[in-house]
């Protein structure tokens, strides 16, 4: 019952130094979205990606990268990390539609930029 | 007027109070409606969809008033595992749903 499997769970990483951030969900979910969320705060929209070969910018793209080649994997990239980049980051799902199913949520990756 | 918006809180109230968090929206044609609950450092998790009619779940019950463009959550007999950040959630028309931000409700004994 893995739902959304986001990996790893904390990352420090140095300014300039790349990384992705892996995400697989076994639920045949055509819809998955990427958050981030900064202490305290609420969840930003960084990309989503509505079926296989097919992504959009969500809020807050800038500085990051998204591919879609399965249903099951949508991997964020970092190019170029940045302090502003530290956060926590969500991956999650939603079946047949992205307006009206609710999402579920991966548990998260902490990430930290010295 | 933001897409959703919500009272961040927080809420401070004793076991076995009943507590409201209302959420508005701007999007007259909204149709899908949701609360999520996030515990502290922890993925948002589904709490209840919430229909037309109102919806009841245990000690939950999420109501949705289209005139005035807010849902409502209503908390009977709170319990210390209640304190939570309780996330308000509404479909804006053929995008995304959109995450309000959040309002935090702590649960004292």
């Known amino acids: 019952n893995a739902g959304v499997t986001q990996t790893p769970k904390f990352r420090i990483l140095k300014i300039g130094q790349s990384m992705t951030l892996q995400c697989t969900q076994d639920?045949?979910?055509?819809?998955m979205y990427w958050y981030r969320q900064d202490p305290g705060m609420g969840l930003k929209l960084i990309y989503y990606?509505?079926?296989?070969?097919?992504?959009d910018k969500g809020e807050v793209p800038n500085g990051y990268n998204v591919s879609r080649s399965t249903t099951e994997d949508f991997p964020l990239r970092l190019e170029l990390a940045a302090p502003s980049q530290t956060s926590v980051y969500f991956c999650?799902?939603?079946?047949?539609?992205?307006?009206?199913?609710?999402?579920?949520f991966g548990d998260g990756t902490r990430l930290s930029i010295l | 007027r933001k897409e959703v918006e919500q009272d961040p809180g927080p809420f401070n109230v004793p076991e076995g109070a009943t507590v409201a968090f209302n959420c508005t929206y701007s999007?007259?044609?909204?149709?899908?409606f949701f609360w999520y609950r996030q515990d502290c450092r922890k993925e948002p998790k589904l709490l209840m969809s919430?229909?037309?009619s109102g919806n009841e779940d245990g000690r939950f019950t999420a109501q949705l008033n289209r005139a005035s463009q807010y849902i409502s959550l209503l908390i009977r007999d709170s319990k210390l595992s209640d304190s939570a950040t309780y996330l308000c959630?509404?479909?804006?028309?053929?995008?995304?749903?959109?995450f309000g931000k959040g309002t935090r409700l702590s649960v004292i004994a």
């Open positions: 639920m045949n979910h055509n819809y």
């Open positions: 919430v229909y037309s």
């Open positions: 959630v509404v479909n804006s028309g053929n995008t995304p749903l959109v």
């Open positions: 999007n007259s044609a909204s149709q899908s």
């Open positions: 990606s509505v079926g296989a070969g097919i992504t």
């Open positions: 999650a799902s939603s079946g047949d539609s992205y307006s009206n199913q609710p999402q579920h």
